[in-house]
């Protein structure tokens, strides 16, 4: 594994963890989000936001 890929493998679940927050956040506060879906921008709304799971959410990083 070469030094990108070390780095890579580090980031790229903390950055997937923020991610589901964010998402998490604009569904228990009601807001929407905009999805890219079948070549479109679609809109959700805050009751069709899935909820996402804890193992999701876990992060290193701070708030």
């Not at 030094?3 to 950055?15: D, F, G, N, V, Y």
């Not at 569904?27 to 479109?40: M, N, P, T, V, Y």
């Amino acid at each position: 594994m070469n030094e990108h890929q070390r780095l890579s493998s580090k980031i790229t679940p903390a950055i997937q963890a923020r991610i589901a927050q964010a998402i998490e956040r604009h569904r228990k506060l009601g807001e929407s989000i905009a999805i890219w879906r079948d070549g479109k921008v679609v809109i959700l709304e805050a009751a069709q936001i899935p909820k996402m799971s804890v193992e999701q959410q876990e992060t290193t990083a701070p708030d």
